[in-house]
């Protein structure tokens, strides 16, 4: 029966996926005709600006956008099973303010890094916030208290998020930073993209796989060591996973908290608490939310763009209230 | 160790720690490129130092450190009495959300109201009380699941309270022009911005009421840290007492915040250091809590001023910087 | 006579000197005085009763132990007795004046109460725990008086804490720990101690240490004593009044004679008991039980 539900459920999330893309690509701040659109993917002319501007700027966006969702999304279903916490989030974990701090320090110190060096600061950054809040909460300790690694997190988050602060005043850079420390997914484009794409890609493909074994995990260590699982190895490759998901995400669109939070969530609703049908759920609903999220982002206040990770802290925090209330006794 | 010598050895510590805060101060002062001497300082009390020497330390740095002891006096005081009412050793107003709210509600006054419409110095510390109060009161309530609340749960609701706000006061900071925009951005790292002498004696008057009434709390306080079921045995009336003491913090933050925007685990390290000295008893600690946050906000400020000289390190963050750790530490500890 | 299935003891109006229990069927003088009174009171959330509307009262000057299974609503009839919980209905009566008409520091100075799994702030210590028992007691900024210091004295003396005043609360023995709460509660002064299962994280000779200071209190200082408790042998073998909860209402309550029964026992319990008078205290004794059909 849940089998079904599960295929259901993808089914129809692919279906959203495509929908809300199509309304990416047809809809933005300046009107392009739709069969003009078409056009351009079918046949691209390069002298025609509209043309131009699909591939070089929906194209890319609304592809990005479709990726980040499902990176963030998958990320925090990994952290949610792995981490057996309700409230796991790359955002509230501090992985993204690692990766936003070591993100500042590329603007500040290395102005002319190619992307790739920023790729690759983006998941250094990330695994030093990850290994800090670990470290902190495991020290002496054989549980992963919940409740305890999204404080260290918020700790940790705050320390690289007052060190960014820092290194923006210090440099200058202040005004770039805080657009892209809002997240944004406005600045993808065609070589970016192809940049962390395979990255993204490889890891979704990657979470999917272990799914089985972030099932068995998020049962409890000792059950899953009961159930053969190698443990600790298990873990780090699955964190290893969230990492790269994360890192690759906040290097294309900045740190953008919450959706890995609330996707799981919902999923879980429709598909049940088994990860090897929550994971895949999730990777299809992160990238729906995170194209009608865009949407949103660009024509709330058209022609500006409200930066979309603020839109998703508006929606995520009183679900994150409403979860933590919910889960009260659960937590206590 | 019988009573009386406790007692005794809490008043040797709070003389211990008011002659820290005073040797932090005259460090302070003389924090900078240029030092003054005792014999200078002397020279000035008695008017008969050069004009630029008097102008140095009058007019730019007393102000400046009075207003930085104050802050960390006032906002050690707000995290010991939460810490205290939430019986959570990890409360702070900055991870309760509570700066955030001040924050919030100073760049929206930025945002949309006129300049030069109504003085910031009147306008600003008000708002960043009420933006205080408002999410301290709203923080308590969405921590309430069925006429409970919990200490952790209320950390997770101010932590993402916290959040949130930020993400807003962001959004609306994208809208500023660029002078505007670093000020505030300055503002909500925390740097001492409101030092002048027309501030000081606000500050000052304010915190010290708001010291004498959470001294004259203080028994309440100790059974409060009882627990609800216990205190209530006790015969405290528990919501209004804590009504009581969380105004009385949010009022002490508020009005730091005012002036040195939103600075977070101030008062979160500083009652901490001050227990372990003193001990948990509120009569000796609500004092040791004022003088330790002195002591070391001015140490923080001497940091900043000195450490990237001639450049200046917003106060804010040496503080994140010293805070985040311990506050890591403590979770680790826990 | 057996108890029967029905709710408990009802009051008659304050000026009769006895009242008619409808549990035990008959006019009763302990209940004219009760120290503490509930009358229709009830518990709960929105539609869903934790305990039902009952009157229940708690004899002065007698050991009253509260028993149940679990979930039976035991503690939360504790809460709402001492107004530590609201009430969903009805009202409670300390020495016959209504709590909810008393200024709370008043209550305080009646009734005692040692709350279920208390916890103290690390690091303080014994003296300073009993010493909060004199907060009711206390005005202004609170110099403890030299009344208070006699009090807190002769509370850790009867608890046998003297020597360990200066001690750290979490350096202590369970067993320790739970006295010098009682001995916080003794320093309140009250008549009435209320503790919620005091003996239920405690070893067996931790538990006897408490209960028999708690029947030291009640035989050489008259005080009044209720408490839930979860162990039947030692309900029976140190109360004086027994009241049985199951699912919020009160299934019987007596003289431990009365109320340890094999009747009693498989109604509230589920179990089929054998009971026995106690060798060395004389007391009803459950000696085997298995679970009923």
Not at chain 1, 35 to 55: R, T
Not at chain 2, 18 to 34: E, F, Q, V
Not at chain 2, 52 to 77: D, H, I, K, Q
Not at chain 2, 173 to 200: C, H, K, R
Request: with cysteine; hydrophobic share 55%.
């Amino acid at each position: 029966m849940s089998r079904l539900r599960t295929s259901v459920f993808l089914l129809a999330g692919i279906a959203a996926v495509a929908l809300a893309a199509g309304l990416s690509l047809f809809v933005g701040s300046t009107p392009i005709a739709p069969d003009q659109v078409i056009g351009a993917l079918v046949a691209p002319d390069m002298a025609n600006q509209e043309h131009v501007a699909v591939l070089e700027l929906r194209g890319p966006r609304t592809l990005g956008c479709i990726l980040v969702g499902a990176a963030f999304a998958v990320a925090g279903a990994i952290m949610q099973g792995v981490t057996r916490n309700p409230l796991a989030d790359s955002g509230l974990l501090g992985i993204n303010a690692g990766a936003a701090f070591a993100l500042a320090l590329c603007l500040a110190l290395l102005p002319g890094m190619s992307f790739a060096g920023v790729v690759a600061c983006s998941f250094a950054g990330a695994a030093l916030a990850l290994a800090a809040v670990f470290g902190a909460v495991s020290f002496r300790r054989r549980n992963m208290d919940p409740v305890l690694l999204v404080l260290a997190g918020c700790a940790v988050g705050l320390f690289l998020t007052a060190l960014a602060q820092g290194v923006a005043i210090f440099f200058n850079i202040g005004y770039a930073l805080t657009f892209w420390t809002a997240g944004g997914v406005a600045g993808i484009r065609a070589d970016t993209l192809a940049m962390t794409a395979p990255f993204i890609v490889g890891a979704l493909a990657a979470a999917c796989a272990l799914a089985r074994r972030v099932s068995v995990l998020s049962l409890g260590d000792e059950a899953a060591a009961g159930l053969g699982v190698a443990v600790g190895k298990s873990r780090a490759l699955c964190l290893a996973v969230v990492l790269v998901l994360a890192g690759a995400a906040v290097a294309l669109a900045g740190p953008v908290a919450f959706v890995g939070l609330m996707v799981p969530h919902i999923v879980r609703r429709f598909v049940g608490a088994d990860y090897r049908a929550v994971i895949p759920a999730s990777l299809v609903a992160g990238s729906t939310f995170m194209l009608l999220a865009d949407a949103a982002a660009r024509t709330l206040i058209a022609p500006s763009e409200v930066p979309i990770g603020i839109i998703f802290a508006i929606v995520g925090v009183p679900f994150f209230i409403w979860c933590a209330r919910r889960e009260a006794t659960g937590l206590d | 160790m019988t009573e009386t010598l406790r007692r005794h050895r809490g008043a040797a510590m709070i003389a211990l720690l008011a002659l820290a805060a005073a040797l932090a101060l005259w460090a302070d002062i003389n924090a900078g490129y240029r030092s003054i001497s005792l014999d200078e300082l002397g020279q000035i009390a008695r008017g008969t130092a050069p004009a630029s020497l008097a102008y140095t330390l009058v007019e730019l740095r007393l102000p400046r450190v009075l207003t930085t002891l104050l802050v960390g006096a006032g906002l050690s005081l707000a995290g010991c009495l939460l810490q205290g009412v939430s019986r959570n050793d990890m409360a702070d107003p900055g991870v309760l959300g509570i700066n955030a709210g001040a924050g919030l509600f100073v760049a929206a006054f930025i945002v949309f109201v006129p300049a030069g419409l109504v003085p910031s110095t009147v306008a600003l510390p008000l708002l960043a009380f009420a933006g205080s109060a408002a999410v301290a009161a709203a923080g308590w309530r969405l921590s309430v699941v069925r006429g409970a609340s919990s200490p952790r749960r209320l950390l997770l609701i101010g932590v993402a309270l916290a959040t949130g706000l930020s993400s807003a006061t962001s959004l609306l900071m994208l809208s500023l022009p660029d002078g505007d925009y670093a000020f505030v951005q300055n503002w909500i790292a925390g740097n001492i911005w409101g030092a002048t002498w027309e501030n000081i004696p606000i500050l000052a008057v304010g915190l010290g009421v708001l010291t004498a009434l959470a001294l004259y709390q203080a028994r309440t306080l100790d059974v409060l840290g009882l627990g609800t079921a216990a205190a209530t045995g006790l015969g405290a009336n528990v919501p209004r007492a804590t009504a009581a003491l969380t105004a009385v913090a949010v009022g002490a933050s508020g009005l730091c915040c005012a002036v040195g925007g939103g600075l977070t685990f101030v008062g979160l390290v500083c009652p901490h250091v001050a227990r372990r000295l003193v001990g948990p008893s509120f009569r000796v600690l609500v004092p040791a809590s004022v003088l330790v946050g002195a002591t070391l906000m001015l140490i923080a400020d001497i940091v900043s001023r000195t450490l990237l000289a001639p450049n200046e390190i917003p106060v804010g963050i040496v503080a994140a910087v010293i805070g985040a750790p311990y506050f890591l530490y403590l979770l680790a500890r826990s | 006579m057996e108890p029967t299935a029905t709710p408990s003891p009802s009051m008659a109006p304050d000026n009769e000197k006895t009242a008619f229990c409808e549990t035990c069927d008959r006019t009763c003088e302990r209940f004219a005085d009760a120290a503490l009174r509930g009358e229709g009171v009830a518990v709960g959330y929105g539609d869903r009763l934790i305990i039902e509307p009952m009157d229940v009262a708690v004899p002065v000057g007698e050991v009253t132990a509260i028993i149940g299974p679990n979930g039976c609503g035991k503690s939360t009839l504790l809460k709402a007795l001492s107004r530590t919980m609201p009430l969903a209905a009805g009202a409670v009566y300390l020495d016959g004046r209504a709590i909810a008409e008393m200024p709370t520091a008043e209550v305080a100075r009646k009734m005692a109460l040692l709350p279920q799994a208390p916890e103290a702030p690390g690091g303080l210590t014994v003296g300073e725990l009993v010493a909060l028992g004199r907060y009711p007691h206390q005005r202004g900024f609170g110099r403890l008086s030299t009344r208070d210091r006699e009090i807190i004295a002769w509370a850790l003396a009867i608890t046998h804490l003297d020597d360990f005043s200066g001690r750290a609360l979490d350096a202590l023995s369970g067993g320790q720990r739970q006295r010098a709460w009682i001995a916080m509660a003794l320093a309140q002064d009250t008549d009435l101690i209320l503790l919620d299962e005091p003996t239920t994280y405690l070893d067996m000779a931790h538990q006897l240490e408490v209960l028999e200071l708690l029947r030291s209190l009640n035989e050489e200082q008259g005080k009044t004593i209720a408490l839930v408790i979860h162990e039947l042998n030692l309900a029976a073998r140190f109360a004086d009044w027994m009241i049985a909860l199951k699912d919020g209402s009160i299934r019987g309550a007596g003289t431990p004679e009365e109320v340890m029964t094999p009747a009693m026992l498989r109604e509230v319990f589920g179990l089929d008991a054998l009971i026995e008078p106690d060798p060395w205290t004389g007391r009803p004794s459950l000696v085997s039980y298995r679970l009923a059909r």
